[in-house]
């Protein structure tokens, strides 16, 4: 959908980056379906009303979420770590009932999260959209319904199984476009002490740190407790906590709860003064990550330029969303890298979306090592260096682009 207003307040848009055409972030495709590619104009505009940094145009979500969503989250040791701790933080805040508490999870995936709360026989509920992801759930006992999340559906939720205790999200509530309806849909579904805790990755460490491949198709928003604050106290709900999180290179997870419900965190009015000194409220901003921005693209596709004209081998370590919008935006194809390595099987033997370099099993990088390996996942920069100590013993050097671009 293209909107020139803002999805929160209905004000006008301002436009502060223009990444050109770009491929869905998890279209990995075979060959035979190169010639129909779906492109869109990827875009972000910016409103200092809401605060809220927005695609302006995002393909429409049966297009990005479907019975093959190419995402896995148990990919990941540590972010299966994560979501345990997670999961045991809101066991232990006090904020379920004693009485039959009962939690709701919205895109749950293959039931990373919502597992340790099922391993405690706590009463749950995953809603998640993406069908082959959501079997996999329900095949590790997690209770999980196949659908978008709509006002309707936290009344019928309400109807049939009650209010819950905690309303909980990981990188999801960045990827929803009515994300207003959601907030509608979760103000009915908890309890007058209900909570809505949620993670996604945090506007102010995209801003710090360049990190423009978190901007995607699936991530219409990227949010900051400012912009979280304007968003929920439209509906009466209130921020009362926020906690950073190292995941997916610098998340921020919001506590939120029905207005008087509960004291507001002193974290919270820290933060939002951060936020403004940052500028996270101000379109000026925009423009200086803009140029940060393009000053990225230049020096990435420089040093693979160099490295292609020394002869030397270079492929990629994951095949992230993320990297869909550097290859794309930096035209980065596979004369510059000549293979992904990536342990997930549905994108292995596919190629990347819009460049098309091919997507390999692991195996492929262990027996066929390059000379640099470019840290597509950079994010689990810390599980992928302990596991790959033979590649750089053997003089193996990685390429990063986040914070700035470097060999190490
Ligand atoms: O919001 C989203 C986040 C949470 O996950 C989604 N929209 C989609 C997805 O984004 P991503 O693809 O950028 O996520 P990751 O977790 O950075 O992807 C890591 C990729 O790297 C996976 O395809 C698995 C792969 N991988 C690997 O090949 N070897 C990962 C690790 C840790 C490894 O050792």
Not at 81 to 94: D, N, P, T
Not at 266 to 280: F, H, M, N, P, Y
Not at 348 to 376: C, R, W
Request: include cysteine; proline fraction near 5%; charged fraction near 20%.
């Amino acid at each position: 959908m293209t909107t020139n207003l803002c999805r929160i307040s209905g004000t006008l848009l301002t436009k502060v980056l223009d990444f050109g055409k770009q491929p869905l972030g998890n279209g990995f495709l075979e060959a035979k379906y190169f010639k129909d590619e779906y492109f869109f104009p990827m875009e972000i505009g910016y409103s200092e009303i809401s605060m809220m940094f927005q695609l302006i145009e995002q393909p429409a979500p049966e297009k990005m979420f479907h019975d093959h969503y190419a995402f896995y989250s148990s990919t990941s040791n540590f972010m299966a770590q994560h979501f345990k701790q997670f999961a045991h933080q809101v066991i232990q805040s006090g904020y379920l009932t004693k009485e039959s508490p009962f939690v709701i999870e919205l895109g749950c995936n293959d039931g990373i999260m919502l597992k340790n709360f099922a391993e405690k026989n706590i009463r749950h509920l995953g809603i998640e959209p993406s069908l082959n992801v959501a079997q996999e759930a329900n095949k590790h006992g997690v209770h999980t319904r196949c659908e978008f999340f709509s006002e309707e559906l936290a009344e019928i939720i309400v109807r049939e199984e009650g209010q819950a205790d905690a309303f909980l999200a990981a990188n999801v509530m960045c990827h929803i476009p009515d994300i207003v309806g959601v907030v509608k849909g979760i103000k009915k579904l908890i309890k007058p002490t209900g909570v809505v805790v949620f993670e996604d990755p945090y506007l102010g460490d995209v801003i710090a740190k360049t990190s423009y491949d978190q901007i995607y198709d699936e991530h219409v928003f990227l949010f900051s407790a400012l912009s979280i604050q304007y968003l929920f106290g439209l509906q009466g709900m209130e921020l009362i906590d926020v906690l950073p999180q190292k995941t997916h290179g610098g998340s921020m997870r919001y506590v939120l709860a029905h207005q008087g419900a509960y004291p507001v965190k002193d974290s919270v009015t820290q933060l939002i003064a951060k936020e403004r000194t940052q500028g996270l409220d101000r379109l000026s901003t925009f423009e200086t990550f803009r140029t940060n921005v393009q000053k990225s693209r230049e020096n990435l596709v420089r040093l693979l330029n160099d490295l292609k004209a020394q002869g030397k081998k270079v492929a990629g370590y994951g095949a992230t969303s993320k990297s869909t919008t550097i290859l794309n935006y930096c035209g980065i194809g596979p004369d510059l890298i000549e293979y992904i390595s990536d342990t997930t099987p549905i994108k292995q033997g596919k190629f990347t979306p819009g460049m098309h370099i091919p997507v390999v099993p692991y195996e492929t990088f262990k027996s066929n090592p390059p000379d640099y390996a470019v840290l597509f996942a950079w994010n689990h920069a810390e599980e992928i260096m302990a596991k790959e100590k033979e590649f750089m013993a053997a003089g193996g050097k990685w390429i990063v682009h986040v914070p700035e671009v470097k060999v190490f």
